[in-house]
């Protein structure tokens, strides 16, 4: 759908798009059949963020997950003082919380600020003051690591950077049978005690964890585009496993190349996108193109990142 029709639809009303139409695929083709039948909508739009969340309704988001800029001169953004960005974050952010359901949950993924004269600001830490001002509370503060990054010479070379997961009140969604994972002995039992033979672990696998070893995109990624900085789907398909259920809405107001937004109609929520640049919205939408043809390949969730089965110890 090219991006000027997504932009009317939008605005007319949050539940104007939905593009679950049977015209989409062959009638032959059950499987892609099937796979359109559990896909949610979208609704995305070349915007600045602020003017796109202003015209959305009050409490009807259940996540919102993004990625702002950084603030070190990446070629979508320019470099300010520090307090500014501080100050620009502070205005989306409570925008952020007056779009979320009282339910609902917001996830700020952020790395580290570097100053002209190399100094590390870590972004987590000057931004939480800005959510509890705001009366959300810090759930968990996960750790995403990853083996691809630049080579320091005067540092360690940065290796994983922060989910802020904040709540709006004390009663939230949190699904985590939707998200667990193989426990490391599935068969193990208690051996002594009154539950002795009983499994002492949940058959259904064990809590992720707060820290989270997932491939970033880069080169050689499945889902590489021509995007810098972009999400791996399978880290966003675990927060809105985890806390939305299906036909909740999900917002990014930093889209880029859409995977928040693909994470969520993957699994059958509604994801809300923005981003100023218009070649990253027509990116986002090219993907989103391709996973309604049933031709887009995403790293799947739960993929051991190291497999000694395949050549170089993953396979592509
Ligand atoms: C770190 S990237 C996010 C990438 C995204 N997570 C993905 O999966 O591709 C930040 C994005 O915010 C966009 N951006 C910067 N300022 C913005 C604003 N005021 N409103 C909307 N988007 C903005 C940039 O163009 C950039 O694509």
């Not at 915007?47 to 015209?55: L, T, V, Y």
Request: net charge positive.
């Amino acid at each position: 759908m090219p991006i000027s029709i997504a932009i009317i639809a939008f605005m007319d009303s949050l539940t104007s798009i939905d593009l679950r139409g049977a015209s989409l695929f062959p009638l032959d083709q059950p499987e892609l059949r099937e796979q359109q039948s559990r896909l949610g909508s979208y609704q995305i739009c070349c915007s600045d963020n602020i003017a796109f969340m202003r015209e959305l309704p009050p409490e009807k988001l259940q996540l919102i997950v993004t990625s702002p800029p950084y603030n070190i001169g990446k070629q979508y953004e320019k470099r300010s003082r520090l307090q500014d960005y501080l100050d620009g974050q502070r205005q989306v952010i409570l925008e952020c919380a007056r779009l979320l359901d009282p339910r609902g949950s917001v996830c700020w993924q952020v790395g580290n600020h570097i100053t002209a004269d190399g100094e590390v600001v870590p972004l987590d830490a000057i931004l939480y003051p800005i959510f509890k001002g705001l009366g959300l509370r810090l759930r968990n503060r996960i750790v995403w690591h990853f083996e691809h990054g630049l080579h320091c010479s005067k540092r360690f070379s940065g290796r994983y950077e922060t989910i802020l997961w904040f709540t709006k009140t004390e009663q939230y969604r949190f699904n985590l049978d939707a998200v667990r994972v193989p426990s490391k002995y599935p068969g193990k039992k208690y051996f002594k005690g009154p539950r002795a033979g009983e499994f002492s672990c949940n058959p259904r696998g064990k809590n992720p964890g707060d820290v989270w070893i997932i491939p970033n995109v880069k080169a050689n990624h499945v889902e590489k585009t021509d995007h810098p900085c972009q999400f791996p789907v399978e880290l966003v398909e675990r927060l809105v496993l985890s806390m939305t259920d299906a036909g909740d809405s999900v917002l990014d107001p930093y889209m880029g190349s859409g995977s928040s937004v693909l994470a969520s109609v993957k699994n059958g929520r509604r994801g809300l996108g923005c981003d100023v640049e218009p070649k990253y919205v027509a990116t986002a939408q090219r993907r989103l193109d391709d996973l309604y043809a049933g031709r887009l390949r995403t790293r799947p969730m739960g993929r051991p990142v190291y497999d000694p089965r395949f050549p170089g110890g993953s396979r592509k």
